[in-house]
């Protein structure tokens, strides 16, 4: 069956066309694909600046500007992997609760498929019922967490399912592996002197951003990789992990953070694990008006897609 590929610009112009993430095609049958883009527009579970429920949108809509190969890599994922955008999950934007629920039970429909769900967020509180999916499918599963911020809270406001205590949660329920758990890029204020080492005691492997400061992450990617080696594993990538230089356009915004070359580096370098999902999280477009974090969000998106299983090198 012959594989899809994004509309090309010289065919038909970047700022036209659908808005499907690389102007791929939408499907709403999953069978035959290897890999499902969906969008999760809802930011009901942030605590201080909305605006992510616009991410999906502003995500696809910068990922026009993508070609399909990565000429820096040689990684060609549109040759070998049947790919395409099955659309926004509706969410009920009055609720919390119920939509984690609505995204739970999609992941459950999505993955009676053989196929590897990408999700554009959205703020980070979706990645914990998508963990739950992962792991009926899956086990628990290795995590790649990059974020400024661990999300491990017991509560926030009396809540216990936000985009601040995911992965206390996933932890708490076994959907994760703690022992290969790697949380990268953590930095700024805590509510007390634990918010870090707790988890650390958990087995969490924690690598706080000024420790890589100018530091060349392809080593940091290699040392995880080996170290997951062939189990499954779920990446998880919230866009404030990046300085505000790079990506200003987010919810909870951190100085001191990583720069999109590191970025970069920290991906290219996990090729060769056995990834089963991952997501893109916490861009919001109206603290952006650029659209850059959008785009920085949509060629993190490309370089995810580039080291799946299966994905061809020219």
């Known amino acids: ?89 509706a969410i009920n934007t009055f609720s919390l609760a119920d939509s984690l629920r609505i995204i739970s039970e999609s992941y459950d429909a999505i993955l009676n498929f053989d196929v590897i769900p990408m999700a554009i967020g959205g703020d980070h509180s979706i990645t914990l019922p998508i963990l739950r999916g992962i792991a009926k499918r899956h086990g628990p599963v290795a995590l790649v967490h990059v974020d400024a911020h661990a999300d491990v809270n017991d509560e926030m406001f009396g809540e216990r399912e936000t985009h601040g205590t995911v992965f206390r949660r996933a932890y708490e329920e076994g959907l994760i592996n703690p022992s290969k758990t790697y949380q990268i890029g953590l930095r700024g204020t805590g509510y007390s002197a634990e918010d870090f080492t707790e988890a650390a005691g958990w087995g969490f492997q924690q690598f706080l951003a000024p420790e890589l400061w100018g530091r060349d992450l392809s080593t940091l990617g290699a040392e995880i ?69 959008a785009l920085t969000g949509a060629n993190i998106l490309y370089e995810l897609l580039c080291i799946l299983p299966g994905v061809a090198y020219r």
Request: proline share 9%; with cysteine.
């Open 1 to 89: 069956m012959p594989k899809n590929q994004p509309i090309s610009g010289n065919e038909l112009a970047r700022f036209s066309g659908p808005n499907t993430f690389m102007r791929l095609p939408f499907a709403n049958d999953l069978l035959g694909l290897d890999v499902a883009v969906l969008g999760i527009p809802m930011d009901i579970g942030t605590s201080w600046r909305s605006g992510t429920r616009f991410g999906p949108k502003q995500v696809r809509s910068e990922s026009a500007m993508i070609r399909p190969y990565n000429l820096q890599t040689g990684a060609a994922p549109f040759d070998s992997l049947q790919v395409a955008d099955i659309g926004d999950l």
């Open 225 to 293: 990789r080996r170290d997951i080696g062939d189990g499954p594993v779920y990446v998880t990538y919230d866009i404030d992990s990046l300085d505000p230089a790079y990506a200003p356009g987010t919810g909870t915004p951190e100085i001191g953070g990583l720069t999109t070359p590191q970025a970069m580096q920290l991906i290219r370098a996990l090729k060769g694990v056995n990834i089963v999902g991952c997501d893109l999280v916490e861009v919001s477009p109206p603290y952006d008006t650029s659209g850059n974090t």
